[in-house]
């Protein structure tokens, strides 16, 4: 496979293999888009991308890590509509990313309870999480299937479902975080049950109008979370259930290990800064706990996806450390689909197209992570200027 041939995607055709994956960008103080939102995805689609994700669209006010981030709801589809106009009128396409963030969701800001498989203390909104009941779930999985339904109105061309990084159907899918005794707790058969269900709901609400991909965690990175053999169930039963069209892997948790996605340096001061007392005292003091270094190296994920690819047919969409054409044609050699980029789109948007050019461009990305907690505040990488 070639990294810029055009490429299927479910009912989709992608002009090539690289999909921008969704970073959260921090640009919707009112929960609805904005022209900066709209062109922090219009400079990616412009540089070459075949599709560029937008992040984080929750299927519902409590599902939201905190209450600036959009929600699906009518009152966002003009804006979003516009947002999609703006990707296709480059040539690409637009995903929206759709999910709960559940024990991640910071309840202070949001003004709700967040929602757990279990009771958890969320340092960031200073509350324990309100055990998912039944209800919960039927309620939050009818939800995703009406936001992707809202996307379609809104022009996306495809939903990635948020099943990774402790968000709602994560935190089930972890033992760490999902200790209960009834249908949806010991056992993967009965973990799964929220996951595979949302991923139901929305196939059988979008048909094949348009595709649906999910990112799912292989593993967590934590002592007691979800390892490789559970997640390979998952991905398993989506496969043979036709629910997704392909599976982006990822991994780390949002609550208890973010940086075991990210790799490269940790950038404690600047993340300390983003945040409001007391937690920024707390993550000058001990961050170091919580923010565990990893080195940085090309395609990290891939020794974990390569478990995945050979044991699924299912379409498999390569992240982490994507960043120069090496690394895409290592990933077209080993059987994957598609790749994602984000870190080096943020710091040069174009860079899809330059490495079309010229396959030896390298990335100017250093790793420096210094871009994550810059999204709270709704700006760019801040090695390079915003663009006018």
Known sequence: MDVFEPARLGPLTLRNRVIKAATSEGMTPDALVTDDLVEYHRRPAAGGVG???????????????????????PEAVPGLRRLTDAVHAEGAAASAQLGHAGPVADASSNGVPAISAGRFFNPLGMAFTKVAKAEDIERITRAHAEAA????ESGFDAVELHLGHNYL???????????????????????????LGIARAVRDEVGDRIAITAKLNMRDGVRGGLEIDDSLHVARRLQEEGTVDALELTAGSSLLNPMYLFRGEMPIPEFAASYKLPMRIGLR???KRFLRAYPYQDAYLLEHARRFRAELDLPLILLGGITDRASMDTAMAEGFEFVAMARALLREPDLVNRIAADPSTPSLCVHCNRCVPTVYRGTHCPLVPAPD
């Open 51 to 73: 599709m560029t994700t937008v992040a984080y669209c929750a299927v519902a006010p409590e599902g939201r890590t905190e209450r600036r981030q959009i929600w699906m709801r």
């Open 149 to 152: 339904r809202l996307a379609i």
């Open 169 to 195: 159907a994560s935190a089930f899918l972890s033992p760490r975080l999902n200790r209960r005794e009834d249908g949806y707790g010991g056992p993967i058969e009965n973990r799964a049950k929220v996951a």
């Open 285 to 287: 003091m001990f961050g």
